[in-house]
Nanobody
Framework: QVQLVESGGGWVQAGGSLRLSCAASGLTFSDYAMGWFRQTPGKEREFVAAISRRGSSTCYANSVKDRFTISRDNAANTVFLQMSSLKSEDTAAYYC????????????????????WGQGTQVTVSS
């Protein structure tokens, strides 16, 4: 079966950096656009970043633009989220997602368009 397993979360001081990884198995990774989303208690899951199947196109939420970088290694079936200049408002559970049949040929910012989700990894930024 399809599995997405996130890792790399943890506690960091404001201004610091973390690198999240998401290892995929059970699917043809290069057939799927990948996305990162985050969620805090009581709030809806929100878009963070997305990357196209071959990694040539990326998209970011305004709140993380110029601080976060999404990338992927199709040979390793892994997507990454490099997070820098972290702020307390970045504190959340971070989820990776894989989507195949998207309205856009490149990626999606919508939760409902993704087919598979990981279990999430917690990121806590202390100010």
């Amino acid at each position: 079966q399809v599995q997405l397993v996130e890792s790399g979360g943890g506690w960091v001081q404001a201004g610091g950096s973390l690198r999240l990884s998401c290892a995929a198995s059970g699917l043809t990774f290069s057939d799927y656009a990948m996305g990162w989303f985050r969620q805090t208690p009581g709030k809806e899951r929100e878009f963070v970043a997305a990357i196209s199947r071959r990694g040539s196109s990326t998209c970011y939420a305004n709140s993380v633009k110029d601080r976060f970088t999404i990338s992927r290694d199709n040979a390793a079936n892994t997507v990454f989220l490099q997070m820098s200049s972290l702020k307390s408002e970045d504190t959340a559970a971070y989820y990776c997602a894989a989507g195949r049949s998207l309205r856009s040929p490149f990626y999606s910012t919508y939760v409902g368009e993704y087919d598979y989700w990981g279990q999430g990894t917690q990121v806590t930024v202390s100010s």
